[in-house]
């Protein structure tokens, strides 16, 4: 339980008599409206395969491995690679449109809104990109983390021409869409842990922003007041994810727990 559906496989290459192979953080996303599955079946190879029938529309090769946050935005792909590259392709052909540099690869899924697109990287900027050209409009430096970072970290939220964003410090910055520069920042409280990420999603519900870390601090800020404090906040076990759904806040624990 659940019932499985079917399977498909987007390691063609491996040997199904050795079952290990490596990992990878690319994902896949699927097209809107289509039954086209875009992900990578292998560290440098990008893949657009029918859920239908398995057929295998494209295939794109890159020279630099595959990052990861595959996104798929109306009829296009952003692909992040390890060398600091960020991709856009045509969903129908996975013709490379253009390619732009930032400082590190970003394992986050982009975020579009208006004709930007926002890309949080592993080095902990926060870049705008103009959708159509992948010109840089600006960059934000949340300051470089040198500890170990997690998986899991929320991609940026774009709510009112205001950037948010959380970090592995457990922090939470808030950026001007339009400009880049920090508008605030929220440290929400310490907890006794290892590790502090952020994770799962950033949510707005009306005045509150909702957050969860991997600490197992829950919480929602206080957008209307001058000093963004904390509404309500909680110690739960260590949080692995996070989402909103119909007025309710819903987060994942490392035991398993919801």
Same mark, same amino acid.
């Given at each position: 339980?659940p019932f499985r559906?079917?399977?498909? $496989?987007?390691g063609?290459? !491996?040997n199904?008599?050795?079952?290990?192979?490596?990992?990878? !953080?690319?994902?896949f996303d699927?097209?809107?409206? $289509?039954?086209l599955?875009?992900? $990578?079946?292998?560290?440098h190879?990008?893949?657009?395969?029918?859920?239908?029938?398995n057929?295998v529309?494209?295939?794109?090769r890159?020279?630099?491995?595959?990052? #990861?946050?595959?996104s798929?935005? #109306?009829d296009?792909?952003?692909?992040?690679l390890l060398d600091g590259?960020?991709?856009?392709?045509?969903?129908?052909t996975?013709k490379?449109v253009?390619?732009a540099?930032?400082d590190s690869y970003?394992v986050r899924?982009?975020?579009?809104? #208006?004709r930007? &697109?926002?890309?949080?990287?592993?080095g902990?900027?926060?870049?705008?990109?103009?959708?159509?050209?992948g010109? &840089?409009q600006?960059?934000y430096?949340?300051g470089f !983390?040198?500890?170990?970072?997690?998986y #899991?970290?929320?991609k940026p939220?774009v709510?009112?021409?205001?950037?948010y964003?959380g970090l592995?410090?457990?922090?939470i910055h808030a950026v001007?869409?339009? $400009?880049?520069k920090l508008?605030?920042?929220?440290?929400?409280? !310490?907890?006794?842990a290892?590790f502090?990420?952020?994770?799962?999603?950033?949510?707005?519900s009306?005045?509150?922003?909702?957050?969860s870390?991997?600490?197992?601090?829950v919480g929602? &800020?206080n957008?209307?007041?001058?000093g963004?404090?904390? &509404?309500?906040s909680?110690e739960?076990?260590?949080?692995t994810?996070?989402?909103?759904r119909n007025g309710?806040?819903y987060?994942?624990?490392?035991n398993?727990?919801v």
């Amino acid at each position: 339980h659940p019932f499985r559906l079917g399977m498909v $496989s987007l390691g063609f290459g !491996y040997n199904l008599d050795m079952p290990l192979s490596e990992a990878d !953080y690319s994902g896949f996303d699927l097209k809107a409206d $289509s039954d086209l599955l875009i992900g $990578s079946v292998d560290s440098h190879t990008l893949a657009a395969i029918s859920l239908m029938d398995n057929k295998v529309f494209w295939l794109s090769r890159f020279n630099t491995a595959i990052a #990861g946050a595959v996104s798929v935005i #109306g009829d296009w792909v952003l692909v992040s690679l390890l060398d600091g590259t960020l991709a856009k392709l045509e969903v129908a052909t996975g013709k490379v449109v253009w390619e732009a540099k930032l400082d590190s690869y970003n394992v986050r899924p982009v975020v579009l809104s #208006g004709r930007l &697109i926002f890309v949080m990287t592993a080095g902990q900027q926060l870049f705008a990109l103009e959708f159509n050209s992948g010109t &840089i409009q600006w960059l934000y430096d949340a300051g470089f !983390y040198e500890g170990l970072m997690l998986y #899991g970290a929320p991609k940026p939220l774009v709510k009112d021409d205001t950037v948010y964003i959380g970090l592995p410090t457990g922090e939470i910055h808030a950026v001007a869409a339009n $400009s880049g520069k920090l508008s605030w920042k929220s440290d929400p409280g !310490y907890v006794e842990a290892r590790f502090h990420d952020v994770v799962g999603d950033l949510a707005i519900s009306g005045s509150m922003l909702l957050f969860s870390r991997y600490d197992g601090l829950v919480g929602a &800020i206080n957008l209307d007041s001058p000093g963004h404090d904390l &509404i309500w906040s909680k110690e739960l076990p260590s949080l692995t994810a996070s989402t909103f759904r119909n007025g309710r806040f819903y987060v994942g624990a490392l035991n398993g727990d919801v």
